[in-house]
């Protein structure tokens, strides 16, 4: 699931949100609004990035050029993901919206947020069964409490799977938007395991480069690690 990384987080200049918005075609750009909780969902086409090859061009962006090249990508749509160019090294590139963002985030069901993510083939095989299935739940219409409910019951009843051994995912984009609070994180590669304690890696430690994350109802830990260069192999800003 696509996550800000705590120690990463940095704020986007208002230029910067505002041509993201622009290029995207963000319904709805930064403005002084109040920390809302989205509650139900808007109108799909406040999701959708009008230009195809945009999305597709955003969510290669999560991961190096040589990664992502050859990697699956999928398009939101209407009705849900679609594959918009078939893959040929087992990656798969994807723009994921705010309903996979924690569900006590003050913006979930925010249209705003783009959360590129370019996973390797455990994680393809393991983690885009929640995504498809999260948004189908979200672009019915349930409420954030039907949804969680929901998903908790498909990981209950084992139709939804644990993530497989290696799976990982790149969040190295400079164009990733979390939110007005957040903007965009530095860029970070995530790892998913099922629910376990995060010691053996030492996350949280001080002065550790590992955050550990465990969003309800999934029973995933998540390890998010920073790195030092976007996707485009320049320099990322100090933490």
Request: glycine fraction near 6%.
């Amino acid at each position: 699931m696509a996550r800000r990384s705590l120690k990463s987080v940095g704020s986007a200049s208002f230029a910067l949100v505002i041509g993201i918005a622009i290029a995207l075609g963000t319904s709805r750009p930064v403005q002084a609004q109040s920390e809302t909780q989205f509650s139900s969902i808007a109108p799909i086409e406040e999701y959708l990035i009008p230009d195809r090859n945009a999305e597709i061009a955003l969510a290669r962006s999560a991961a190096p050029e040589s990664i992502s090249h050859d990697a699956e990508v999928w398009v939101l749509g209407k009705h849900g993901y679609e594959t918009a160019v078939k893959g040929k090294n087992g990656f798969a590139c994807i723009v994921e919206r705010s309903w996979m963002a924690p569900f006590d985030d003050p913006e979930f069901l925010n249209p705003d947020q783009r959360l590129p993510l370019c996973l390797n083939p455990p994680a393809a095989r393991s983690h885009l069964p929640l995504t498809f299935k999260t948004t189908e739940l979200a672009l019915a219409g349930l409420s954030k409490t039907q949804i969680f409910d929901s998903i908790k019951s498909a990981f209950d009843k084992k139709e939804l799977p644990l993530p497989e051994r290696g799976s990982m995912c790149y969040m190295m984009s400079k164009q990733q938007y979390f939110s007005r609070k957040y903007g965009n994180a530095n860029p970070h590669l995530m790892f998913w395991f099922p629910k376990n304690d995060g010691i053996d890696w030492g996350a949280d430690a001080r002065n550790s480069p590992v955050d550990v994350h465990r969003y309800s109802p999934q029973p995933i830990t998540e390890f998010d690690i920073s790195v030092s260069k976007w996707s485009d192999g320049t320099a990322a800003p100090p933490e």
